[in-house]
């Protein structure tokens, strides 16, 4: 599966985004899915993760109750909903899929290898 990221931008804090992630293949729903983000200086982190079905999600806690993991599997494409932007938000967004791993397991991952597939990815830039 290809994935291409896209919908990041410059906001001023406690601006919205909706960042989308566009798949390829016809496996895509079979895959659980990741927003993955890594700040100036920053290490890779997982912000968001959501199941095969979009049933189940889970978030990092520095963006619980403020970004919102969705999908859409018959248009092949992934979501995460940005509110509430503080500068530290600051960071190219990726977005990633695995076809063996749980919610749990994808939140775990961050190094390139852990997850099957990357997308490029969208630069997020907050001003205070």
């Known amino acids: 599966v290809q994935l291409q990221a896209y919908g990041g931008g410059f906001v001023q804090a406690g601006g919205s985004l909706r960042l989308s992630c566009a798949a390829s293949?016809?496996?895509?729903?079979?895959?659980?899915m990741g927003w993955f983000r890594q700040g100036p200086g920053k290490e890779r982190e997982a912000v968001a993760a959501i199941n095969w079905s979009g049933g189940s999600t889970r978030y990092a806690d520095s963006v619980k109750g403020r970004f919102t993991v969705s999908r859409d599997n018959a248009k092949n494409a992934l979501y995460l909903q940005v509110n509430s932007l503080k500068p530290e938000d600051t960071a190219v967004y990726y977005c990633?899929?695995?076809?063996?791993?749980?919610?749990?397991?994808?939140?775990?991952?961050?190094?390139?290898?852990?997850?099957?597939?990357w997308g490029k990815g969208t630069q997020v830039t907050v001003s205070s």
């Open positions: 990633a899929a695995d076809a063996r791993k749980n919610t749990l397991q994808v939140m775990g991952a961050s190094r390139p290898y852990e997850m099957g597939y």
């Open positions: 293949g016809r496996t895509f729903g079979t895959y659980a």
